[in-house]
């Protein structure tokens, strides 16, 4: 048995235990620190969070939260929302908690004017999603990979260090080297965000449906972020910055990753936003990456220039997991076709919270 509860902060330590219970004491999202940035340093607003609670207890039997965003529309302003953290406690499972707070908080967000929501669920909560709330599948964004050091990468994986060096003469087949360059390569820092704000200006019109990627937002997402540390970069060619590219270091599958969360670039600099991706993967080589990774969408400018760089799609059966891009409407004046048509989007990992 529960109820609807609106989310207090006499919730928070609960919403924390049955996370840390879900995914365990050391991830990211079972730490105080983490969750009170998350819901509540966003730029775009406070996590619209709805709870379900036992009412002869008081113990909390599952979540559902969005979190604020600000999409760049055809030209507009518009406000979205990413729903993520969803949970349900095990003995409360089965008693439609999921579908119907979830609900709940698609009203809301409809009363306060978001015009759509959007997800990437795992495999566990994707049916759910399809079936139970409406959500339709824009695509399964492509995972690429390009080993940066074939020999550590086998290593790692298969646990056999000895590997490292039978496999050594493979390294200069993948070797991606820095080339000369006149280009200044500027690591973002919170004293030259303004740099985020004219790159932003310049490619805010590059894609129909974006995430908005000015000052607040990158400051939110890459700069504060606590338990998380990335590299973000720009390239910057005649004093003005063409290019954006954020890394960071984490492990897959025992191997250590040099991932790109956010890569864009202004149309006409191909060849500057090559030069940034070899810049920031240098970098992270150095640091010890065997393997670097980016989610990108297959139409874009951004997927082919990576394509060039050596990066292949990983084959499904190899992905760690689906990446699912789910929409759910809640304005019916916003044009479904338009929507769903993947080519209309750019979207990255920096644009939820796979990394």
Sequence with gaps: MWIHQQFCAQYFKQILAMTKEQYGEENDIAQEDFLQHQYFKNPAGDALINLAVNPETDELAGQYIVLPMRYMINGQMT???CSLNTLTRQAYRGQGIFTQLAEITYNQSYDTGYVFCYGMPNQNSYPGFIKKLAFKEIDEVPLMLRPLCPSQMAAEYLKKPVLNTVLKPANCLFRLSERKSDLQFCPVTEENLDLMDEFWKAVCGKYN???VRDRAYIKFRYLDMPRRKYYPYVAIHEGKPVCFVVGRMMEVAGMQCAMLA???FQDGFEEDAQA????VLAQLRKRG???AG???LEHTHEYRLLKELGFMRCPKRQEPQPFPLLVRRFDDKMQY????DCKNWFFTMGDYDVI
């Excluded at 940034?276 to 810049?279: A, K, S």
């Excluded at 076709?337 to 769903?340: C, E, G, I, R, T």
């Design 79 to 81: 406000k979205v929302v």
């Design 209 to 211: 449906i974006m995430n």
């Design 262 to 264: 956010d890569f864009l």
């Design 276 to 279: 940034l991706v070899r810049h």
């Design 289 to 291: 990456a065997s393997l």
């Design 294 to 296: 980016c989610l990108m």
């Design 337 to 340: 076709d338009k929507l769903l």
